[in-house]
Structure formats: C-alpha cells, structure tokens
C-alpha cells in the first residue's frame, strides 16, 4: 500500500483509511497490519482467510506500535519479544539462543500494548476522577474559608456588642453611685450648716452675757453687791460628722472575661471530607479502557463522541462592531465574544445582534470566558487584565508590571488563568489562581532555551497541559502543567503560521495556519490527524478558533466580519 503523497495529506479533512486508493473515514484500525480502516474494509479485512483473524477495534482504542530498537546482538533484526526469565526485550534469533533455551517468550508488542492501556487508564482516572474530586474538595476548602471568616466575623462582632452592654451597665452604675454621693455631701454639709448656726447663737449669746457682766463690774454700779450672780449657758455639743468610705472594688481581667464570656473550641473530633468514590472503580482496576469501551459497546450503549466523516458548516453570521474576526470566546450563557487586533471587543447573541462593546489596546488572543460566566481581557498598553462580569461591571483583576499581557485563557479544569506576556526580547507564561495571585512561571526549557517569542494565543487540554501559538516562532509550543516541555508542531512540508488555538473534548488540539490558509488538526500528543478545514469549506483567511459546550467549532477569518459555525464530532 502506498503512503498517501504530501499534497493529499495537506488536503484531506479525517483519517483516511489506510487501504490502497481507499479515501474514506479510517475510524477502525487493525492491530496486526497497524493500519486505519474505513467500516466497507473492516468488513473485507474480516471476511478475508489472511486477515479473518486480525483484532479490529476503533481507532482510538488502537494497540499503539511498539517503538523500532535494533537487537545490539543482530543490528538487522527488532526487537519484537520479551523473555520472562531474563526480563529483557530480544529479537526472534535471540529467541533461539541457548541463553534463552527453554525460557518463556512473549510478545514484546502485546506487553507494550497491554501497558499502555493500562497507563492509559491511569491517566483517564487522574482526568475523570482525581482531578474532579480534588478540585471539589479544593472548593469545599475554599467553601469553608469562607464559612469561618463569617464565624469569625460573628464572634468578633459579638464580643464588641457585649462589651460595650458591660461599659453602658458601668457607666449606668457609677453615674448612680455619683449620685448617691452628692445626696450624701448634701446630708452632711446640712448637718455641719446647723451645728455652725448654733455656734453663731452661743457667740451671739456670750456677746450679750459678756456686756452684762461687764456693766456689773463698773466701780460706780452698787447693784452688784444686791444682784444674783449670772451664770453662764454651757458650750452647745456637735458631733463630728462620719464621712463615707469607698470600698475599692475586687475584680481581676478573668472576672471581667467571665463576665464577657469566653471563645472556646468545642473539643469534638473533626470529621473528615467525604471523599467520593471511583464509580466501579474495581471493574475499571481489573479491565482496561479499550476493554471497558468494548463491554459498553456490545451492550449497545450509546458511544462516545468521535470525529466525522465530514465536517458540516451549522451556520454563519456577521459579527457587528469588529473589523474582522482574530479571536472568539464562547460562554456558558451561549452567546460570544469576539475580538479585532485593533481593539474592538464586543458580545454577540448566537444571531449576531450586539450586546455590548468594549475598547482596549487590541492584540490577537487577548480574551477568555470564565467558568463563572465572566469574561477576563487584557490591555496590553496598560499592563493590566481586567474582568467583566455577568452585571456588565469591569473590575481591574491584576497588574502585570513590566511585562505585557498578549494572550489568555481560563481553565476548564481549576479555573487557573493562563496569560501569555512579553517584554523586550523575552517572552513567558504566567500562572494566576482565579483572584490573581501568581502561581507559576513558565519561560524556559529543560536546557535553559527560550520557550516562546511572542504568544499570540494560548489555551489548555484536558490533561492540563499548556499550548501556545506562537506566531514568531511559526510553531505549537506545548508544554505540561509543571511546565516542562513536551513537544512543538512546526506544519506539514510547507511550515506553519500560526494564529488562533483551541481543544475540544476529545484533547484535540485546532490551530489556525495563514500559510496554508487551513485549520490543522492534531491529536493530544502533537501528531498530526488532518486539515480539519481549507478552502474548500470556504474558509479563506483563518484567524480565530472557539469550539463551545455543545461542540460547535467557531471559526474567525481576516479581511471579514463573518463568523463560521461547523460541525466535526459526532
């Protein structure tokens, strides 16, 4: 069979079959010829006597090839087997060595392909399971943060509340205490007011006796020798008063916290979070993916989404207030929002009437929807992201200094927000948690080479990694979510251009190419699938890629205002 030429592959739109002059759909593969099969040469490959007894399975559930390595003993020769008493890989006349005389041989190639399942599903239970239920608890963390500040809140405000009913019962108590002592002053001042009246009598008194006895002991008056001796009043008594004595009161600091009560952590055993359970995880322990999917597939279950034969155009509409398309986000709400490089942001309904409009400093892939339903946007010329939310209010979410923000885009996953920047001649990726705060950088590789040039757009796969496009370097730069490198896509013969970037559901990734004028499209690991549109879906200038909740497959061009809605899965 002969490899289809460079110039068909740059033209087909799926995975062709690989039967000779077949071009049909290749969704089933053969994991003996290693080989994608359209369903009319399935049936053919199944009925042949060579190849009735191949195991044909669909294309994603493919035995992956085992990687070619050349026996260091027979340099002609592959390694295909595996000898179980020697724990070594070696070629079929290794096989008939007397090293190996009387061991146990197994196929190197159903050993690699029963591993990868197994690795595989690994992988599909830290994506669906893992992820998803630490992310919930994650949320239930931050559920309770929330919860405690507002306990703690409640307390603080009720500590004041009760304080200040002690201070008002203080002040109540002492201005009568006051007042009780000026009605005593009053009492006693009285009491000394008449004891000094009664001494201003006496005085009065002895004045008066004082002139009497005076007038009896003149020489000339003979009456005293007739007249009755005076006697004279005693001195009145007083009493002192008793004045009152102030008790100093008898309190310490733990009186006065008995009496504003204390904040006491109730000596129970926190419960644990509930963690969920993996849904017949124990099945899925004991069977692989592909098995699980072809137990789900003889009971006639409904199957998963795959790619089409074809690639069908939905619908299309003009997008009001932009120039021309360069970047497209989809919200939860169904209705989008789409971008010029000049700086015209606007919102549109799925039929094109304008909602709202935004300007900033312009740029490529410089706006993302939220899970929440906000949309967050760079300015590039102001070094700052923003958000606007559902209620239309633009909020300043992070300053990003001397670096300027060109790209972004929120995660599915956690909500992270990916931005990419530049500055002078250097270029990075910057990890920000929903409310800003940065968490990674990402900027070189392993080797301490340059990453990126210049990230025009950016965006996530399902299994968390980072992929930019990179126009400057005219490549896919992906790397993990450590950020480590994982690989590039440079295009097919002809190079790549690239512009817009996104993933779907199905961790494919779609990229724009202005060389070729077409949408690339490649599989989770960089490897090319096919080119999902060209010209002949009349597309003409791509720019712009959104794929939304419900699959649909937005497309953006140059030189127009009109926005292009297809249809890839199934």
């Known amino acids: 069979m002969s490899e289809p030429s460079d110039e068909q592959a740059a033209m087909q739109h799926y995975l062709v079959c690989g039967t000779e002059d077949c071009q049909k759909n290749g969704q089933f593969y053969c994991n003996a010829c290693h080989q994608p099969l359209c369903e009319q040469c399935r049936d053919k490959h199944q009925k042949s006597p060579n190849t009735k007894n191949h195991e044909i399975v669909l294309y994603r559930h493919r035995k992956h090839q085992l990687p070619v390595e050349l026996c260091q003993y027979h340099p002609t020769r592959n390694k295909e087997l595996f000898c179980r008493e020697c724990s070594i890989p070696i070629c079929s006349k290794c096989s008939t060595m007397k090293e190996h005389k009387g061991h146990d041989i197994d196929d190197l190639e159903e050993i690699y392909a029963d591993k990868y399942a197994v690795w595989q599903g690994e992988f599909s239970k830290i994506q669906k399971y ?242 929440d339903g906000d949309l967050i946007y760079t300015d590039r010329n102001k070094e700052v992201i923003y958000r606007i939310r559902q209620d239309r209010k633009i909020t300043e ?23 990419g920047m530049y500055k002078d001649e250097e270029a990075k990726v910057t990890r920000y948690s929903k409310s800003g705060k940065e968490i990674q950088n990402i900027q070189r590789d392993n080797q301490g080479q340059e990453l990126y040039r210049y990230p025009y757009y950016i965006t996530e796969n399902i299994n968390g990694d980072i992929c930019t496009s990179d126009f400057h370097k005219h490549s896919v730069v992906v790397v993990n979510k450590s950020g480590e490198h994982r690989f590039s896509y440079i295009g097919q013969q002809s190079g790549l251009f690239s512009y817009g970037i996104c993933t779907d559901v199905l961790g494919h990734i779609l990229v724009c190419d202005s060389y070729s004028k077409s949408v690339h499209l490649l599989d989770q690991d960089g490897g090319f699938l096919s080119v999902i549109l060209s010209s002949q879906q009349g597309i003409k200038e791509p720019r712009g890629v959104c794929v939304d909740e419900e699959n649909n497959l937005y497309v953006g061009q140059y030189c127009t205002n009109t926005l292009r809605v297809y249809k890839y899965l199934r």
């Open 130 to 371: 893992f992820l998803p239920t630490t992310n919930s608890l994650k949320s239930d963390i931050e559920e309770d943060v929330t919860e405690i500040k507002k306990i703690m809140e409640s307390i603080r405000t009720s500590m004041k509340a009760e304080a200040k009913t002690l201070k008002n019962l203080v002040d109540e108590v002492t201005s009568e205490s006051i007042e009780n002592i000026h009605t005593m002053e009053k009492s006693l001042l009285k009491m000394l007011k008449s004891q000094e009246t009664t001494y201003d009598d006496y005085i009065a008194y002895l004045w008066k006796m004082s002139d009497e006895f005076q007038e009896y002991l003149s020489i000339t008056n003979k009456k005293l020798l007739f007249t009755k001796t005076l006697r004279i009043q005693p001195i009145p008594e007083t009493t002192k008063p008793v004045p009152p004595v102030f008790t100093v009161g008898r309190f310490s600091k733990n009186d006065i916290s008995e009496l504003l009560g204390k904040v006491n952590v109730p000596n129970t055993k926190p419960e644990k979070r509930k963690i969920q359970p993996m849904v017949a995880e124990s099945a899925h322990m004991k069977s692989t993916e592909k098995q699980l999917e072809q137990s789900k597939e003889k009971s006639d279950m409904k199957p998963t989404l795959s790619l089409s034969s074809s690639v069908t155009k939905v619908r299309e509409y003009r997008v009001p207030g932009v120039d021309y398309v360069y970047h497209v986000s989809a919200d939860k709400s169904g209705r989008l929002w789409a971008s010029d490089i000049i700086g015209n942001l606007v919102q549109t309904d799925l039929q094109g009437n304008l909602l709202q409009k935004i300007q900033t400093s312009g740029g490529y892939g410089y706006h993302t929807a939220t899970q």
């Open 397 to 419: 979410l992070k300053k990003t200094g001397d670096w300027r923000p060109i790209s972004i885009h929120s995660s599915r996953i956690n909500g992270d927000i990916l931005v």
